[in-house]
């Protein structure tokens, strides 16, 4: 008999790689729509390749999580391989998350193979990236519609954020100065948007989730939360600063911009760990307490 401690960890380790894999799956997609055209051929097939990687990781992550969750229910290693218990974890909802998210990820890694995504593989990184939707506390909201479209809206704009980082680092790390400068402010003048949707879709859920916003911290949901908001601020920082200073440095063509730039992203992709390992933990070990 295994403690549950180990199978809490397991499964938010396991929860947290198959955000990372999906987002950043989807994200690469994305990020090849709006800004294929302003790379070069080899940097497009490494992002194709990071597109392909993390699919895979992504599909199999998700096997290992219905395993660990089957595990779990049986509190024994030997659980991770019944089938009966491997159906229940299928039937609760894992299943249907699984094959929408698979699917659309197969649709993304065909269609990133083209010069431009057509818009299938644009559909397939948008149903992979809004796949966890169909599980998790929003969806246990009644009326669940609006919970629904709202967390749909946040994981769009999380992969188009989190996604676009290993192909801006790739861009980033030949050195073309102006192709970076071009990629940077593609993405900078998309973000506005992208990061606005981000933010007002995740407080409007936050409330209809905690019904007061006292619980932030009068509850362990609500303090996980805050953790999360704290690197979600940092993140923003550093955003900010490549837009405002560092990207307008690029456009001028200052060289020594792009290598801040190259630490900036490596401390984006820090707290986007950090974000998703504390989304992980809380999505796991706890949930917010009923509205009333």
């Known amino acids: 008999m295994l403690p549950p401690g180990i199978w809490d960890a397991a499964a938010i380790a396991d929860k947290a790689i198959d955000y990372a894999a999906t987002f950043g799956a989807a994200g690469a997609v994305f990020f090849l729509g709006y800004g294929g055209s302003l790379i070069a051929s080899a940097d497009r097939l490494s992002i194709r390749r990071v597109v392909l990687g993390s699919s895979m990781l992504s599909v199999a992550a998700g096997a290992v999580q219905i395993m660990v969750s089957a595990g779990s229910l049986g509190g024994e290693a030997a659980g991770m391989l019944d089938g009966s218990l491997i159906h229940i974890v299928w039937q609760a909802g894992a299943g249907r998350t699984n094959v929408i998210r698979a699917i659309g990820l197969l649709l993304a890694a065909i269609g990133a193979s083209s010069d431009r995504p057509p818009w299938w593989a644009l559909l397939g990184a948008a149903m992979a990236a809004t796949s966890f939707a169909w599980a998790g506390h929003a969806h246990s909201l009644h009326p669940n519609l609006l919970p629904m479209l709202l967390i749909g809206v946040h994981l769009l704009a999380v992969a188009f954020w989190l996604g676009a980082l290993a192909p801006l680092g790739i861009v980033a790390r030949h050195g073309d100065v102006p192709r970076m400068a071009a990629c940077a402010a593609r993405f900078g003048s998309s973000a506005v948007f992208v990061v606005g949707g981000l933010m007002a879709a995740g407080l409007a859920l936050l409330w209809m989730l905690l019904g007061d916003f006292n619980e932030l911290w009068r509850s362990e949901y609500g303090r996980f939360v805050m953790l999360k908001l704290a690197f979600v601020a940092g993140l923003l920082g550093l955003a900010a ?41 809380f999505t796991t070990l706890t949930g917010p307490a009923a509205p009333g």
Request: charged letters at 20%.
């Open 241 to 281: 600063f490549n837009k405002l200073r560092l990207t307008p440095r690029l456009q001028d063509g200052d060289s020594r911009a792009l290598r801040s730039l190259r630490m900036s992203i490596g401390l984006e992709s820090l707290l986007c760990v950090l974000i998703l390992a504390v989304t992980a933990a």
